[in-house]
């Protein structure tokens, strides 16, 4: 079992700091996931909220068959393409609260992608179809076996395996002499 559905299990038994240890462990990755689909990091970490209330409310639906990570990622993912599919609101945002919102999306990038070579990477990773994006986020990043990014995305391992083949290849071309990162 996973450090992460330890915490939940110990939740679940009635110890509140466990839910804490493990919205440490996992809200920043979900929240940076999240914010490749929506492209707003306070949209990100309402969703990602959302997707951890989910556990609190809903006990009995998490049934410890994948990790406990890959049944956030799935739900925050579904989250966020119900967000999209709705409709975006436009908000019409002072400057300086603009500024702002970019500031904190610097320092959400900056905490998970820590080196220049994530960052590069990142940067070329922007330039894939989403599918591809998402499957090399889940396994190389969030560090999950194809089979969980496969549920995460509702695909079958042989087709996060293509993706990802597609994806290296495609990330050698666009990285060019830095190839060698991957």
Not at 13 to 20: M, R, T
Not at 95 to 103: F, G
Not at 126 to 141: S, W
């Amino acid at each position: 079992m996973d450090n992460c559905a330890i915490y939940y299990r110990r939740f679940l038994d009635g110890d509140e700091c466990a839910f804490d240890d493990l919205m440490k462990e996992l809200f920043q990755s979900l929240v940076f996931f999240v914010n490749g689909y929506v492209h707003n990091v306070h949209i990100a970490e309402d969703i990602a909220m959302d997707a951890f209330s989910d556990l609190i409310i809903n006990k009995k639906r998490y049934n410890f068959k994948v990790t406990l990570k890959t049944y956030l990622f799935m739900i925050g993912k579904s989250r966020a393409l119900d967000y999209i599919k709705r409709g975006k609101i436009i908000d019409f945002v002072d400057l300086s609260e603009a500024q702002n919102m970019k500031d904190d999306e610097e320092k959400l990038i900056e905490t998970v992608l820590a080196d220049e070579r994530k960052i590069r990477v990142n940067d070329a990773m922007k330039k894939l179809p989403e599918d591809m994006r998402a499957a090399v986020h889940l396994v190389f990043f969030e560090e999950m076996t194809y089979e969980e990014a496969a549920k995460v995305m509702k695909k079958n391992r042989k087709q996060i395996d293509n993706l990802l083949f597609r994806a290296k290849k495609e990330l050698r071309v666009i990285l060019g002499g830095d190839g060698g990162l991957l």
